[in-house]
């Protein structure tokens, strides 16, 4: 396991592959294409599947999640499964289907909120558009990704001499305050021409679109010692990127690695492609029958379950400089010190002493930070991947995350240091067997 990672060329890596991903759509294709340069192969969920001992493979559902995988070269020593499960949506506002408007001689868009923003930290930057268009063919119809990759579109601000209490706590009105503005109203040139001309298509021919809008903010590595990260969507491609590169350095030879990013977790997950969807148990189901070729017992499926244990990883709240009050004062994280695991009583996030100590110990045995984070008792959190993604497939579970500062807002922030724990984190977790030992505990063969 390589611990010789240096800290700034990982931080512009995590900043490159944000760039590539505005949305959930081009996160996955930038997943798809990095798995397909290291020789994995792309399945279809609608068509038959010959896997084979070795084997490594991907597949997309709705173009928006991913689950990655490879088949061990000795089936017969295939215990279980290790999974890491991230989501690759952030919160954001979706073009409506009728969108253009003007007001006041400008043009504007008509959007509506995706997920839980921080608004005020949208207005007066530079937006682009991404996601998808659906275009009309001779046989059909036909989804291709939109990415603009230009300064297309800015909400501005009210100045605050015409809004006095600004300062003084403000409530977005979605419908009114958040419509970017996008040009003059006497304008020729429309969104969906841009689209046309990116696509190569003509403009009648695009019947369907899902777009978003964007930051388009570079991620930057800053502090005294360049110690801090800001970029757009850390929450949770942070996460994400750190999993991946863990997933591409190897695996325990008695384990399927897995890694599931999905879509829709700003939203509750319950979509066809969400972490509340049977897309994870679909797939683990046509990979357990070629694993079961070699194993005579029909419940195999069942006792690999049993045997494997699943890391949901989406980014946790440090300790706030300036409201440290917010946090349980004994268990907040910070940043820089590591994977952060976190625990709730109801089970908002699947954490329990049997999951912590496992993971403990295997990043303690790869030299990993790790601390712990706890909501106040008084103030009710936010949920994750961890308790969707059980509640489906019935595994060991724990929620574990990065501490960052203002989660949700369009320009995130936390710790450099964190995304190389990320990456040793993920590696040593998937070169790890976890074995049930009679109800009572498990055995960990680490392969460091």
Not at 102 to 120: D, H, L, Q
Not at 159 to 179: C, F, P, S
Not at 282 to 295: M, P, Q, Y
Not at 361 to 368: L, N, P, Q, T
């Amino acid at each position: 396991m390589n611990m010789n990672i240096d800290t700034k060329t990982a931080a512009q890596e995590l900043f490159d592959f944000i760039k590539s991903c505005p949305t959930a759509y081009q996160t996955t294709a930038t997943l798809a294409s990095i798995l397909a340069e290291n020789g994995f192969i792309g399945l279809e969920e609608g068509q038959a599947w010959n896997l084979v001992a070795g084997g490594k493979y991907f597949v997309t559902r709705n173009q928006s999640s991913l689950i990655a995988f490879v088949i061990p070269g000795d089936l017969a020593k295939t215990t279980g499964y290790q999974i890491i499960a991230t989501h690759g949506d952030s919160p954001s506002f979706k073009l409506k289907a009728e969108f253009e408007q003007s007001t006041a001689k400008c043009a504007k868009w008509n959007v509506e909120r995706y997920g839980g923003m921080i608004c005020s930290s949208w207005m007066d930057r530079p937006l682009s558009v991404a996601g998808r268009a659906v275009v009309a063919d001779e046989t059909g119809i036909c989804s291709r990704l939109v990415h603009l990759d230009r300064d297309i579109a800015l909400i501005p601000n009210v100045a605050i001499h015409m809004d006095r209490t600004v300062n003084e706590g403000k409530k977005y009105n979605a419908q009114v305050d958040m419509l970017p503005l996008v040009g003059t109203a006497d304008e020729q040139t429309h969104l969906l021409d841009l689209v046309a001309a990116q696509l190569d298509c003509d403009q009648e021919a695009i019947i369907g679109h899902d777009l978003f809008l964007y930051v388009r903010d570079e991620g930057r590595l800053w502090g005294l010692q360049d110690e801090f990260i800001s970029a757009p969507r850390l929450d949770d491609l942070m996460c994400t990127f750190g999993a991946l590169k863990g997933f591409l350095g190897g695996a325990h030879d008695t384990v399927v690695p897995v890694l599931a990013v999905f879509d829709n977790e700003e939203i509750g997950s319950s979509s066809r492609q969400g972490a509340a969807s049977s897309l994870l148990g679909d797939i683990l189901s046509r990979v357990d029958e070629a694993i079961a070729v070699t194993d005579a017992d029909t419940q195999g499926l069942y006792r690999r379950f049993a045997n494997s244990c699943i890391l949901s990883a989406d980014n946790a709240h440090a300790q706030h400089p300036n409201h440290p009050e917010y946090a349980d004062a004994q268990n907040a994280p910070h940043m820089n010190e590591g994977i952060v695991v976190k625990h709730q009583s109801e089970q908002r996030y699947a954490t329990d002493a049997i999951s912590g100590a496992i993971f403990g110990s295997i990043c303690k045995r790869a030299g990993v930070p790790t601390q712990t984070y706890l909501n106040r008792s008084d103030i009710r959190g936010g949920s994750t991947l961890g308790n969707i993604v059980v509640s489906q497939i019935p595994m060991l579970t724990l929620d574990i995350g990065l501490a960052q500062l203002a989660m949700h807002s369009a320009y995130e922030t936390a710790g450099a240091q964190d995304v190389v724990h990320m990456i040793h984190a993920s590696t040593a977790f998937y070169h790890t067997s976890v074995r049930a030992r009679e109800n009572v505990g498990y055995e960990l063969d680490m392969m460091l």
